[in-house]
């Protein structure tokens, strides 16, 4: 039973071919969303930023959908939307060539992102920039392992490897900061139930980029017997941000614009059976990896100037 608890997890792909094997659950929408989406427009209601203040909600002590964000951190408010302040695909490209990700993720720098309605060049470029987390694997009622970020069984990013193109998300992150391209930016795909739902046909396919990260949970207090509302603490490490600035970073650039950042907790709210992650996520130690990462792509002589 121990072995069994540890080893499962809703999102870990069990073998190399990831397809499932019965056709999903049909999604019907009863309404647009937490957030309001708006079929025509093809968009959350409001401004970049308040669209992100209410995506980016977590779930309460009650796992229900707490209140929109009071404000966005300064990193993310003075981006959101805008195409100022974009690194330039050059600086970007010799940055990852440093950090050995050119080919996994330079390569394709000058291509666009996917389109919804499945790439259609006439449907808008994608928008949204999904987090997400394993939500596993569970420890049950178990103190998490001291060793969690370094651990190679828990970190190991091939259960997530699916060698017939179905992995969970465009990119996994683990808790050392190791990535996992399943598809390129500019291939739609869908990984929320609001996306799959019958009411749009397949039409927001493409709209939406995904990044899962690798998050242990364990049994909390007060939830059912066998829940896993416990993330560990920091429920993310340093590594994960910074790997998940670099990916919204490239996907904005490659968009011409920064990209709105989502929760997939906020988009599938309201749905049988949602989801409650990214649990734990901090928007400030997020928006401090944009930061710092910005800056490194500015280079030296420039993070100077602006100092004197």
């Known amino acids: 039973m121990a ?9 870990v792909a069990l073998s190399e071919s990831c397809k499932p094997r019965h056709a999903l659950p049909t999604i019907s929408l009863k309404n ?9 427009s093809l968009a959350y209601r409001g401004t970049p930023e308040e669209q992100a203040l209410c995506l980016m909600r977590a779930e309460d002590q009650s796992r229900n959908l707490g209140p929109a964000l009071p404000k966005l951190p300064e990193a993310l408010a003075s981006r959101v939307g805008r195409d100022t302040g974009l690194p330039t695909r050059e600086k970007l490209s010799t940055f990852l060539s440093k950090q050995d990700l050119e080919w996994s993720f330079a390569a394709n720098l000058w291509q666009p992102v996917s389109r919804a309605e499945d790439n259609n060049p006439e449907a ?19 103190d ?9 069984r828990l970190n190991n990013l091939s259960n997530f490897a699916c060698s017939d193109g179905w992995g969970i998300a465009h990119v996994v992150i683990n808790r050392a900061g190791d990535m996992l391209l399943n598809h390129d930016f500019a291939q739609p795909w869908r990984e929320t139930k609001f996306e799959r739902a019958v009411d749009f046909v397949g039409t927001l396919k493409g709209l939406f980029l995904h990044v899962e990260m690798i998050q ?14 416990q993330p560990p603490s920091p429920a993310f490490t340093t590594a994960q941000y910074d790997r998940l600035a670099l990916l919204y970073t490239i996907a904005s650039v490659r968009a011409g614009r920064w990209l709105i950042p989502a929760y997939h907790a906020s988009i599938d709210a309201g749905i049988r059976d949602g989801h409650d992650d990214p649990m734990g996520f901090d928007p400030e130690t997020f928006g401090n990896s944009i930061n ?8 030296p002589e420039a993070a100077q100037a602006a100092q004197q």
Request: overall charge negative; hydrophobic content about 30%.
């Open 32 to 40: 647009m969303g937490a957030c309001d989406f708006n079929f025509d």
């Open 124 to 142: 808008p470029q994608a928008t949204y920039f999904v987090v997400h987390d394993t939500s596993g694997p569970n420890f049950g009622h178990r």
């Open 216 to 229: 242990p949970r364990r049994s909390a207090p007060g939830h059912s017997r066998y829940n896993d509302a």
């Open 3 to 11: 072995c069994a608890s540890l080893c499962a997890s809703a999102h």
């Open 292 to 299: 710092l990462l910005i800056e490194k792509l500015r280079g």
């Open 144 to 152: 998490f392992p001291d060793d969690i970020d370094s651990s190679a």
